[in-house]
């Protein structure tokens, strides 16, 4: 209950008042604070603020609620490297805009944080929800894309037709939903490639995700590690029909029935505003 208690207060710090919707949106983030790369070497990372925030503000400026949760309902982790104004149009103001507001919302404080699991999630019952949203960072790389619980809430939200959006490295959390997806995970991070796997939901979805292309170019923040693989191979060899702007950095948004999935940072915002014109149906 104190965990609720404290969303709501959130919400209203957030300057929601006047709602013409009430969607419940769960926004779903990493519990790691790394990444596993290979050799044995770790990166630390977590969610990236704009492509948390740019489509939760959009959310809550429409009056929609939004509930935050990870698999085991710890409190995430800021990637600190996404603290840079270019993410939001050079513009400092803005970047100190989105960082007050992640300060209100209390999501990364450990002793404050609104956060629940995706356990409580299913308890409290999924149809309570109506859209899902999960951001990027390379954190989903390193426990959502195997998380048993996020693949029973991705099926869930798949069976009902409830729009699921992603970005960057969240489209990466598809995979949870693959009837073996430890061993397919297994085999991409062993082998490079893995087998195709028969019945996964999203077989034959258009999407999205952090190209390869742009993996090469930002491999320079690993510190000289590297990727056991990339999340465009990854969906590619699961079944997805996977497409990308050529050009390196810029927006790039597809929609598939439920699914909308964004490329890069730079699509957060779109993606964001595609959520918020399907909840407005």
């Known amino acids: 209950m104190k965990k609720l208690t404290t969303l709501a207060a959130s919400v209203v710090l957030a300057g929601i008042s006047g709602a013409a919707y009430a969607d419940n949106v769960l926004v779903v983030l990493s519990d790691a604070d790394h990444l596993d790369l290979k050799n044995g070497q770790v990166f630390s990372t977590g969610f990236?603020?704009?492509?948390?925030?740019?489509?939760?503000?959009?959310?809550?400026?429409?009056?929609?609620?939004?509930?935050?949760?990870?698999?085991?309902?710890?409190?995430?982790?800021?990637?600190?490297?996404?603290?840079?104004?270019?993410?939001?149009?050079?513009?400092?103001?803005?970047?100190?805009?989105?960082?007050a507001l992640l300060a209100q919302l209390k999501i990364t404080s450990p002793e404050e944080s609104p956060v629940i699991s995706l356990t409580r999630a299913e308890q409290m019952g999924l149809d309570r929800f109506d859209a899902l949203y999960i951001p990027g960072g390379h954190a989903p790389m390193q426990d959502l894309l195997a998380s048993a619980p996020l693949g029973r809430v991705l099926t869930h939200f798949h069976e009902k037709g409830k729009t699921t959006a992603l970005v960057c490295h969240g489209p990466i959390a598809l995979l949870s939903t693959l009837p073996d997806?430890?061993?397919?995970?297994?085999?991409?991070?062993?082998?490079?490639?893995a087998s195709a796997q028969s019945g996964w939901?999203?077989?034959?979805?258009?999407?999205t995700v952090i190209s390869n292309q742009e993996e090469e170019l930002a491999k320079g923040l690993l510190g000289g590690g590297a990727m056991k693989f990339y999340p465009q191979t990854a969906l590619q060899q699961a079944g997805g029909q996977y497409s990308s702007n050529t050009s390196p950095w810029t927006s790039h948004v597809v929609m598939d029935r439920e699914l909308i999935t964004g490329q890069n940072p730079a699509s957060a915002l779109e993606v964001g505003q595609a959520l918020v014109k399907r909840l407005k149906r």
């Open 181 to 193: 997806a430890n061993g397919f995970v297994g085999q991409l991070a062993t082998k490079g490639q």
């Open 201 to 207: 939901i999203y077989a034959g979805y258009k999407m």
């Open 48 to 99: 990236y603020l704009n492509e948390l925030l740019q489509p939760v503000k959009l959310l809550l400026d429409a009056g929609h609620r939004v509930t935050f949760a990870t698999p085991g309902g710890k409190a995430p982790t800021l990637d600190r490297s996404s603290v840079d104004k270019m993410y939001f149009n050079n513009d400092a103001a803005e970047l100190e805009r989105y960082q």
